[in-house]
Nanobody, 132 residues
Framework: QVQFAESGGGLVQAGGSLRLSCAAS????????ISWFRQVPGKEREGISC????????YYADSVKDRFTISRDNARSTVYLQMNSLKPEDTAVYYC?????????????????????????WGQGTRVTVSS
């Protein structure tokens, strides 16, 4: 049984930092591109960052570029999201998931969109609240 578990969320002031973790089990983690998504009530779940399985390439949505950094530890089957210079608009529930169709983030890099329906094995998410 595949499971993803996100952790590390919390309440932080604007300008602060948080590091999210996503621990996976039940799959060969190194074979999958892994992405972080976030969702606020009433809005679609938005893909914000991707880590490729096939190479070391990554992708960031414009909304988080230069502030967030994705990394992965295949030995620990864990992907991280370091979030710096947090803004109130970063407030959301954050999820990670595995891409079942692609091993790389090349599609997101070329189109600027992480396609949600390519992903599965969603965890429960971790809530991030940024106060102004």
């Amino acid at each position: 049984q595949v499971q993803f578990a996100e952790s590390g969320g919390g309440l932080v002031q604007a300008g602060g930092s948080l590091r999210l973790s996503c621990a996976a089990s039940g799959l060969t983690f190194r074979d999958y591109a892994i992405s972080w998504f976030r969702q606020v009530p009433g809005k679609e779940r938005e893909g914000i960052s991707c880590s490729s399985a096939s190479d070391s390439s990554t992708y960031y949505a414009d909304s988080v570029k230069d502030r967030f950094t994705i990394s992965r530890d295949n030995a620990r089957s864990t992907v991280y999201l370091q979030m710096n210079s947090l803004k109130p608009e970063d407030t959301a529930v954050y999820y990670c998931a595995a891409n079942l169709m692609r091993r790389s983030c090349a599609s997101a890099q070329s189109t600027g969109v992480i396609i949600r329906h390519e992903y599965d094995y969603w965890g429960q998410g971790t809530r991030v609240t940024v106060s102004s």
